[in-house]
């Protein structure tokens, strides 16, 4: 059975960087999509970005980030990263981690972690 | 981008009863559209993919129509645990969008 757990820290400060691990298990990390999701508290979800590793090996980011966003894989320690940078109280958010079929919609996701902004 | 409208934002209705919820979206997603339901305190579970497949365990009571700009979720006969809420996803291009959702509680 396929898992996936989020981690890192739940408080930042204004300004700095957000950094999640979304650590995979009970699956190979090659073929999929792998995707973070955020949802601010009582709203609704607005997909951040994806890593590609079916093929090209490249990632796609929501252009409403701006180049905020960056989405890295590293599969010898079977997990993949969120670095999201000068965040500010709007990026205060529940981040999901998921993954998807090639292609396809993210059919496994983490149990999310709520990160807030604050000093 | 493309924006995914879900109506109605509320659908008030007993256990048994059917529920019929939309998604329109701004332009033509193709057959591109996913239905997820969530509940408090989860992390939202894939329903439906490509606007009328059932994701893996998911009950023959939910069931996905539509294509390009029209979308139906409709859940038969609702269960006690099908009372959340519900968005619908695009990936007809590489910049997914959700619908704002639609809460179905119980009347």
């Known amino acids: 059975q396929v898992q996936l757990q989020e981690s890192g820290p739940g408080l930042v400060k204004p300004s700095e960087t957000l950094s999640l691990t979304c650590t995979v298990s009970g699956g190979s990390m090659s073929t999929y999509y792998w995707s973070w999701i955020r949802q601010p508290p009582g709203k609704g979800l607005e997909w951040i970005g994806f890593?590609?590793?079916?093929?090209?090996?490249?990632?796609k980011n929501n252009p409403s980030l701006k180049s905020r966003v960056f989405i890295s894989v590293d599969t010898s320690k079977n997990h993949f990263s969120l670095k999201l940078s000068s965040v500010t109280a709007a990026d205060t958010a529940v981040y999901y981690c998921a993954r998807g079929p090639p292609g396809g919609n993210p059919d496994y996701w983490g149990q999310g972690t709520l990160v807030t902004v604050s000093s | 981008e493309i924006v995914l409208t879900q109506s109605p934002a509320t659908l008030s209705l007993s256990p048994g009863e059917r529920a019929t919820l939309s998604c329109r979206a701004s332009q033509s997603v193709s057959s591109y559209l996913a239905w997820y339901q969530q509940k408090p305190g989860q992390a939202p579970r894939l329903l439906i993919y490509d606007a009328s497949n059932r994701a893996t365990g998911i009950p023959a009571r939910f069931s996905g129509s539509g294509s390009g700009t029209d979308f139906t979720l409709t859940i038969s006969s609702l269960e006690p645990e099908d009372f959340a809420l519900y968005y619908c996803?695009?990936?007809?291009?590489?910049?997914?969008?959700f619908g704002q959702g639609t809460k179905v509680e119980i009347k």
């Open positions: 996803q695009q990936r007809s291009n590489w910049l997914w969008t």
């Open positions: 890593f590609d590793y079916s093929g090209s090996g490249s990632s």
